[in-house]
């Protein structure tokens, strides 16, 4: 098996080049700036603490975050990705909860900015970030939990064909309540040549 990480995936598509990458400290200018342009496109989606004051475990530095994030990466629970177009930092994905055993299974989220939206940037991601969870770390499934009411990420399960699993009722916390999601699933049996390639064919015939 290759190292599992750091890794960095590439894809050439129509729209530019889209690159999955590690988090670095000197992202911190770009990804703050991107946070703060997208703030409003951003926080109805974003998970919180239901705990007064916030979660004990919050860092208080990018820097922090990107250090928190890469022992997760090195212990091989999570794999957070910076997500790049053409150069240019636009958004993050993180493949998290990372489980062997009986279950070898994992957990898609992922943002971009509202200006590369629909560019097939997130879709490509995903492809990518999944084909990696099944080709190099073996795992089986991949899930993406979703809020009903996120048309754009909605139309990226949508686009990579995974399944809908149903409704979880009160899953997570966000914006002061516990809100219900939608679980979208692949299994390895049911992307035998690869999501990337099944993507690519789906995106080129549109």
């Known amino acids: 098996m290759a190292k599992p990480w750091?890794?960095?995936?590439?894809?050439?598509?129509?729209?530019?080049?889209?690159?999955?990458?590690?988090?670095?400290?000197?992202d911190s200018a770009d990804w703050m700036r991107l946070r703060s342009e997208n703030a409003s496109w951003l926080e109805p989606w974003e998970a919180t603490s239901p705990f007064p004051g916030g979660d004990r475990q919050q860092v208080a530095t990018f820097g922090e975050y990107v250090r928190a994030l890469?022992?997760?990466?090195?212990?091989?629970?999570?794999?957070?990705?910076?997500?790049?177009?053409?150069?240019?930092?636009?958004?993050?994905?993180t493949v998290s909860?990372?489980?062997?055993?009986?279950?070898?299974?994992?957990?898609?989220?992922?943002?971009?900015g509202q200006?590369?939206?629909?560019?097939?940037?997130?879709?490509?991601?995903?492809?990518?970030?999944t084909d990696y969870c099944f080709l190099v770390l073996g795992l089986h499934r991949v899930e993406i939990n979703i809020r009903p009411e996120n048309g754009p990420s909605l139309r990226v399960v949508e686009k990579l064909g995974f399944r809908d699993e149903g409704l979880r009722e009160r899953f997570l916390h966000i914006q002061g309540a516990?809100?219900?999601?939608?679980?979208?699933a692949l299994t390895a049996e049911e992307v035998p040549g690869g999501l990337l390639a099944r993507w690519q064919r789906t995106r080129d015939a549109l």
């Open 70 to 93: 890469s022992a997760q990466a090195r212990s091989g629970t999570t794999l957070p990705f910076g997500v790049e177009l053409d150069g240019a930092l636009v958004g993050q994905l």
């Open 6 to 26: 750091p890794v960095t995936l590439r894809e050439d598509t129509p729209k530019g080049v889209v690159v999955l990458r590690p988090l670095r400290r000197r």
């Open 97 to 112: 909860s990372i489980t062997y055993g009986s279950l070898c299974s994992a957990s898609i989220g992922y943002w971009v």
């Open 178 to 184: 516990w809100r219900d999601h939608r679980t979208f």
């Open 115 to 129: 200006e590369v939206a629909g560019r097939g940037v997130t879709p490509t991601g995903v492809a990518m970030a």
